[in-house]
């Protein structure tokens, strides 16, 4: 089965306006270039429904879950991702595969379904690669560390080899994925990082976008972009990427001295013991329409571009805002990389605010963490 991908075209969040704030979005592309065109569902006519195989998987394990990659052939990153209970930015991701960055399909796709208390099955769905079969079936102990953020899977019995060889073992929150809230980690962005999600329903875009991370839950966001580029002209995207060099000055140099924008405050600070500076800038203040396709809408010539990861392949990736709105980012460095973080409450006056209590808890990794003992 083909995963449905949605391009970095589509990378930006949908804008969320609250009074004057618009927390940053990312415009559509033409749309031939929106998705790639998945095949069915895997779960077909001929396939049991949850309720025939068991329950629906506790809402407690939903998510995704990242660890040391095993060193199977399937998977194709030190780091290695499990999700459960569907993806929010796949329809046609089955109940749990394999997913990392630039993964065209989902491995090992299968139903999952809580059997008794405390046991998971697994029904392959979708070998792919892998040397098994059609409804290989797996059984696997599962339970989760006080806070949240540690999900242990001891195999019972598992058909298909190589899942029980990934699946075995304990794994962290990877909070880059929809989640309740909590400490997790990050690994879209390279230095991992961890952090912490005050508890609520959190959507996380997964690994829709290169080098970034995105979490939103109603007027708070949190997201995260390493080594962004600009845009030569704010309103048109095919004059092309601005190309910005290393370094977090070279970033706020661009945002100190591109015209589309204005900076009304900047603050300097640590972040995890490294120089960070917060800064405020209205953008587009000057712009008057017609400018960008806002979110890719050709109907609304209100949007400004302002940035893409350096990395990110597509020429028509772009996240962008409305004319005259506020942007509030905070601005790093480490080891080389310059991580950009828009931490932010949206309030209901149009006003904004950094939100420190998650940016605080942001620590930046020299190696993954290791599994509290048993």
Known sequence: MSRITILAVLAGTIALIVGGLVLSGGGQGPAPLSVVVASPSPTTAGTPSPSVLGAPLPDAVKGGWSAASRGTELEGTPVTTIVLGGSSMDNFAPAFSIDFPGMPTR?????????????????LSNPGMADCAMRDDGRYRWSLSSDGQWLTLERITDDCSVRGEILDGTWQRNVGFSSPGG?????????????????????????????????????????????????????????????????????????REDPRFTVTREDEYELDGHRAVEVEFRIGADITPPCSDFDGDPANKTGVLTYVPGADPYPEAFWNAPIDSIGLLVVTEVDGATLVFESVIAEPDGSATTDREVLDTVRFLDALPEAPSP
């Open 107 to 123: 491995p090992l796709g299968s139903n999952a379904v809580e059997v008794e208390p405390g046991v998971l099955r697994f029904i």
């Open 183 to 255: 400490p997790g980690i990050a690994t879209a962005v390279e230095p991992y990082m961890t952090f912490s999600l005050p508890d609520g329903a959190w959507v996380g875009r997964e690994f829709s976008n290169t080098d970034t991370v995105v979490a939103d839950n109603g007027n708070r966001t949190f997201k995260v972009w390493k080594d962004l580029d600009g845009f030569v002209d704010p309103c048109d995207l095919s004059k092309g990427r601005l190309l910005i060099e290393p370094g977090m000055d070279a970033f706020l140099a661009y945002l």
